[in-house]
């Protein structure tokens, strides 16, 4: 698909509300959009760049106006503007683009990669990227930092900090998953679940449970309406009940699921689910750190062969750590005639381009809602294997208490009001938002 053709919006809105549900996922483009222009976040001055940093790794909390009435004029709108931009990953080649790392061969195929043939290169960059995830494990753990990403060229791990989606404990979500990989984790002791493929066992099971009850009640009338002497006819799909063959003598030819056939029937169901949103794995509490410890040491973690081999796998973090750089998203604004009833009027466009996280999307939003008037709309590109972070992972049905977040989380670097929106239960389900709209300072959001 190419990330520039306009995006299809899906049909069902959702009802306005001051705010929308936070994405887990991680965007690899914004393209926001409005009738009044972008022209302030064009051209920033040194001295607002340099702020912006600053006030970034200070954790400054800028609180706006709601609405600013020189946006072009309002330094403290251009430096907060740099400062949602910020963003720290590791490991840094400055001539590869190391996100996204699903399905990015093409992307890094031909690129200058010293360490693919070098074995002691490949060792001291695993040694660095090593110390880099424990640190950034550390700083989570002492609520310091409110979540990251372990991007892999096969599947990606979103660490969060206990207090945020709905959780009271360090929450890790891995996806997609194999049977190799969860195998590879009960071998080591790791204990995990499969969120989407227990809802849908639930869900089947209560299925089963109603139509039982409907064939019970059928049944029973039929029974009732039945003839002296008439019997009800065998049920086909009893699998379990071979005492028929026995009647006939015929039981020890006719073969039945044995152990090893039952087994594997339960494997091919296993592999099925393998790379799909299905396969979701979630890991709790204390079982992140040893989860920590396997991934140091998993060997399929890193490609052995092709234009990923020998490269560790890429960390995004909203918080400075250490080993990671300072990198910012791509900011241009555009503007463009478009028609409407008959004549052509001025929209101006806002495009935001590199591994978009959760906090990102929300900081920005904030920004827009004052510089804007309250009224943009945006269209939001996804990285796909990252949607389905957005299922409500413990089934919880409210959120944390408020100040309990607020006394534990004060100092993980988020905005009060990005910490809020992201210590809700996810409601997305295995969706992302793909169009956001603010009118009137209310939003509507597609999935």
């Not at 906090?359 to 904030?366: D, E, I, Q, V």
């Not at 920004?367 to 389905?388: D, I, K, N, W």
């Not at 409601?427 to 009137?440: P, Q």
Request: a neutral charge.
């Amino acid at each position: 698909k190419d990330p520039h053709l306009p995006v299809a919006v899906p049909e069902v809105p959702s009802s306005p509300r001051h705010e929308f549900p936070a994405d887990w996922s991680i965007k690899t483009r914004l393209l926001f959009m409005s009738s009044q222009p972008f022209t302030w976040a064009e051209h920033l001055k040194a001295q607002e760049e340099a702020q912006g940093f600053a006030q970034h790794c200070r954790a400054t909390e800028t609180n706006l106006p709601q609405s600013v009435q020189e946006p072009k004029l309002s330094t403290e709108l251009r430096c907060a503007f740099q400062q949602s931009l910020v963003y720290w990953l590791h490991p840094s080649v400055p001539w590869l683009q190391l996100f996204p790392r699903i399905g990015a061969d093409r992307k890094i195929a031909g690129k200058a990669s010293p360490w693919s043939q070098d074995e002691a290169l490949q060792q001291v960059l695993m040694s660095d990227w090593s110390v880099s995830f424990t640190s950034l494990y550390n700083l989570l753990k002492a609520k310091l930092c409110p979540y990251f990403y372990v991007c892999t060229y096969q599947f990606t791990v979103l660490f969060r900090a206990a207090g945020l989606a709905g959780s009271d404990v360090i929450t890790a979500v891995i996806s997609p998953t194999t049977r190799g990989l969860r195998e590879a984790m009960r071998n080591e002791g790791i204990e995990f679940s499969l969120p989407l493929v227990e809802e849908s066992r639930t869900r089947k099971q209560k299925n089963s449970e109603v139509n039982l009850e409907t064939q019970v009640a059928h049944s029973l009338e039929v029974g009732n309406s039945m003839e002296d002497g008439e019997e009800p006819a065998p049920s086909d799909d009893d699998d379990e009940s071979f005492s028929w063959l026995e009647e006939m003598g015929v039981q020890d030819k006719v073969k039945k699921p044995d152990a090893v056939s039952i087994k594997l029937r339960k494997e091919k169901h296993e592999v099925q689910m393998d790379h799909k949103p299905e396969s979701l794995v979630l890991v709790k509490g204390t079982n992140t750190f040893t989860l920590l410890n396997f991934l140091i040491n998993c060997k399929s973690l890193v490609a052995v062969a092709g234009p990923q081999a020998g490269l560790p796998p890429t960390l995004l973090s909203p918080v400075a750590f250490r080993g990671g750089t300072m990198q910012t998203l791509k900011a241009r604004s555009i503007n463009a005639k478009a028609r409407v009833h008959l004549a052509y009027e001025d929209i101006f466009s806002l495009e935001i381009v590199g591994p978009v996280m959760p906090h990102s999307l929300h900081s920005l939003t904030m920004l827009l809602r004052s510089a804007q008037r309250g009224a943009f709309s945006a269209a939001l590109y996804t990285h796909e294997p990252t949607g389905v972070f957005n299922t409500n992972l413990d089934n919880a049905s409210t959120a944390l208490n408020k100040e309990t977040i607020h006394k534990n989380l004060p100092t993980c670097g988020l905005h009060p009001r990005t910490l809020d929106q992201l210590s809700q239960c996810p409601t997305l389900g295995k969706s992302s938002i793909r169009f956001l709209e603010m009118k009137d300072y209310a939003y509507t959001w597609k999935s």
